[in-house]
């Protein structure tokens, strides 16, 4: 969301007693993420990576400040030596270590920004390090969060009578180390912010007018669902529904605190409220694209049953290797799995599997989950593609596809 606009949203909705969640700004986590992937190769395109993110961030600082040598340049200028510095100093292997200590520039760049610029516009605020009030465990790029501490953190460290500001997505292990929740983490962060306070509400705000049946990028006519239940909401996201982190929603039924997705494009409209209801409104199906899975079909080399003990075998490859599980079906000498290949380790896996089973791969397949899925629904995803697998169960029907 542009700067500018969270002052609107702030002035529009009032910011005593609030705590902001921010996530990076533009696509600087990709960008940061080629970053490290050039510093862990030793690719020469460092330098030019590095210095392309602080003009971006020089230019928006421009464009809020002025040309004036404004506080925010030099706040700005520290943050970029903290992270020269890393990559002189880092002596750690440890890719996900690293990938954690560079990532996180990118909400310490977009928090000290919009905490310059709402003091510029006479909004007072605190901000916030999230490493000081989110403890986790040092399972970096994935971190889980050690809610004790992180409770007790939270309520030693925020202020509640006046507006916060802090990073969403990442956090610190007991050592100080930088950790992170996992990609579009900063949804889940305010979850678990909201969660420790005991919040009367979150809102996250989009550019789109809240959740929709379907993403608006991949399909075309879409209607708003204003009311979802947390049950139903935690299913949309679990699937895919990439709107809301699978994770956000957890802390927030426990506490019964009330979700509110919003555009930030039309701050007045009420957009999406997930609460206690007891069903969807309105009632529609709803459709879920989840792109670039991988589905691996198992056989057993000698005929033998795939039973529980090989599935069980094969789950521990899964968890071993951070494959999550999106579908899976089998019978009485194969068994298949859709997975998300989040972590890069696809080679180990499938070498792994090839000392037990023949392993066939389909390495780019679209996975579509139809909620509330009647069967026209159903053939209207499936016309003219070729499906590889497909499930139904109750009211949600699952099918894999060829991508084009
Ligand atoms: N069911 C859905 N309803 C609305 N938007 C959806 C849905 N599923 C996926 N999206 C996508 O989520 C995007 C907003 O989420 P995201 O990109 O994570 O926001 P941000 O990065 O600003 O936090 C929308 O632009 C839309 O393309
Ligand atoms: N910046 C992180 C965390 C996040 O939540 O981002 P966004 O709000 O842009 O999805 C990411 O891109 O993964």
Redesign the pocket.
């Known amino acids: ?1 542009g700067v500018k606009n969270i002052v609107n949203i702030l002035e529009e909705n009032g910011y005593k007693s609030v705590l902001l969640v921010i ?1 990076a700004m533009g696509k600087m986590t990709n960008a940061l993420e080629i970053v490290i992937d050039n510093y862990v190769e030793k690719d020469k395109g460092l330098v030019a990576r590095v210095d392309a993110i602080k003009t971006f961030h020089i230019s928006i600082i421009k464009d809020l400040f002025g040309e004036s040598r404004h506080k925010a340049f030099e706040q700005v200028e520290a943050l970029f030596q903290d992270l020269e510095s890393f990559l002189e100093t880092n002596t750690s292997n440890d890719r996900s270590y690293i990938y954690d200590q560079i990532i996180c520039f990118g909400e310490l760049l977009s928090t000290t920004i919009v905490s310059e610029y709402l003091r510029e516009k006479g909004i007072k605020n605190n901000w916030v390090d999230a490493k000081t009030i989110i403890r986790t465990d040092s399972n970096f790029r994935d971190a889980s969060v050690n809610w004790k501490q992180t409770e007790t953190l939270i309520k030693k460290n925020i202020n509640t009578s006046v507006l916060n500001i802090t990073q969403g997505f990442i956090g610190s292990d007991s050592k100080g180390n930088a950790t992170t929740l996992g990609r ?1 983490g ?1 949804d889940f962060s305010a979850g678990i912010i909201a969660s420790c306070l005991g919040a009367e509400s979150v809102t996250i705000w ?3 007018p809240g ?7 991949y399909f075309k006519k879409t209607k708003l669902l204003k009311e979802i239940p947390y049950e139903e909401a935690i299913e ?1 996201a679990f699937y895919g ?3 809301i982190h699978p994770k956000t929603l957890k802390p927030l039924k426990n506490k019964d605190i009330p979700l509110f997705v919003r555009s930030f494009l039309n701050p007045k409209e009420k957009g999406t409220s997930i609460s206690n209801y007891r069903s969807i409104k309105p009632v529609l199906p709803c459709y879920i694209l989840k792109k670039k899975q991988l589905l691996i079909s198992l056989s057993t080399l000698d005929y033998s049953f795939i039973i529980e003990d090989n599935i069980s075998e094969v789950f521990g490859l899964l968890h071993k290797y951070q494959f999550k599980v999106d579908m899976m079906q089998n019978s009485a000498i194969s068994f298949s799995i859709c997975i998300d290949n989040k972590f890069d380790n696809l080679e180990k896996l499938v070498e792994s599997l090839e000392e037990k089973f023949k392993v066939v791969c389909y390495k780019n397949v679209n996975l579509y989950t139809i909620r509330h899925a009647r069967g026209r629904n159903i053939k209207m995803i499936e016309k003219g593609q070729k499906v590889l697998l497909k499930q139904r169960l109750e009211s949600t029907a699952q099918l894999i596809m060829m991508a084009d």
């Open positions: 969301m996530s579009e900063s989009k550019d789109v959740v929709l049946n379907a993403d608006p990028r949309l529904a990439s709107i």
